[in-house]
């Protein structure tokens, strides 16, 4: 598997600054690219203890579910979960969450669907205990029917029931977007369940209306994926109008504090046509991560569509000063990912564009984001001269009307050795242009699954990040 080495920038707080590789003083990190050969959308990717990698969804004519690599990427495994009588996942919000404390992988889709139509709400989740040989499956029943975030963490004071953790479900009601006046986001309903996921109940809430956090009437508020710290705090990420608001609670989501990320400025809300067909940052969807010591980090595309980073080391009660942390040549960021492993650490993986058509996969990790002038490693995921969106981003908005698929998610993780990985899409030509994608042998998917890798390299004169 031949990669593409990466190229050290270093970021500021007004922009990142390419810098030369001394020669001979560093072996780069090399990032690799899977193409998965399935049909996907919105993915999402989970990695356990002994390093078996998740990648969800995948779309086949007989049925959809993920894939499972036990060999550090060389082979995959397609997997089907199936319940109740033969039936499997949706195409809907697709989302997959693993458990680190357990290796619990939780895997769920939308009741919803838009062709033929399906009004309902509520999930279909699945899990399972031995890295996805078996499955069971409950129907969430929820209010909400998009947007769904699982995520998990220690108690704080509840006795939990068969099952360390409590794992955590957040999502928007009646709807996560706005369409006024027919369909307005009301609350962001947080369940919990202290069983593993069997069963669930109400926790707390938070308010959607803009009104009621001081904002124009004219604004937005959406929240992304949420994390748990070893003391069972919960945080979760989100948009607060045009600021990155950072939601706390510390009774297991009963009630919630909100702060803003200071520094953070976002796109200015005017109505649902900016997030289906101008630009989608206004969904934030993985804008945090906790490291081993429960450092808190923020991620999200500013004002200029750059991508910034800041870091809390005090619970989220102050926050050092934004800097971008995108690649130089990126002049145009389309949504994001983040993670964390020792302190300082940090993984990004975003689409981005240096003239806002021809939008790369890029991964980029910083060794130490706490220095005064941190410097990333960075590399595209798939060939410079192959993007995986030729002709712009296209979220899928209006396709998604007529049965196809929205891509509004990234994400990145770490694996045991220290290497990254990242999710992502590629948009697919029509057959005119390209034969070996047939869409009725990719289950109608104008999406393929894209997976990017980046590894250290080690040997004489080289470093190594394990």
Known sequence: MKGRSANPYKAGPTRSEALAVPPGSYNPPVVDCIMTGYGSAEPSLAIASDGTVFYAPIFTPEGNGLIRSRDRGETWELIIPRFGKMECHGRVQPYLYLDPATDRIFFHTSLLRFLPPRLRRGFNLTWSDDLGETWRHVRFESEAFDWLKVYAGPPVKSATRGYPNVVYASAPTPTSTRCWPLLYPRWQQVYRSFDGGNSWEKAGGISLVPAEHGLSHREWIIFGAGVVAGDGTVYLGFRRGPRLGIAISRDEGTTWEMKDVPGSRLLRYFNIIQIGFINGNYVLCEPLALDREGNLYAIWPDDRDILRLAYSRDRGCTWSEPVVVSAPEVKHVRYHALAALEPGRVAVAYYGSPNGIRYHGYIAECA????????????????????????????GYLEMWFGGDLNEIVHVRYDPDGNIWASFCKRMPPLILDRSWKRKEHAYSKLQGVIGRMRAVTGKGGNSRR
């Open 368 to 395: 130490d984001v706490f220095a005064p002038e941190p410097v990333f490693w960075s590399a595209t995921v798939n060939e410079p001269s192959d993007p995986l969106y030729r002709y712009g981003f296209n979220v």
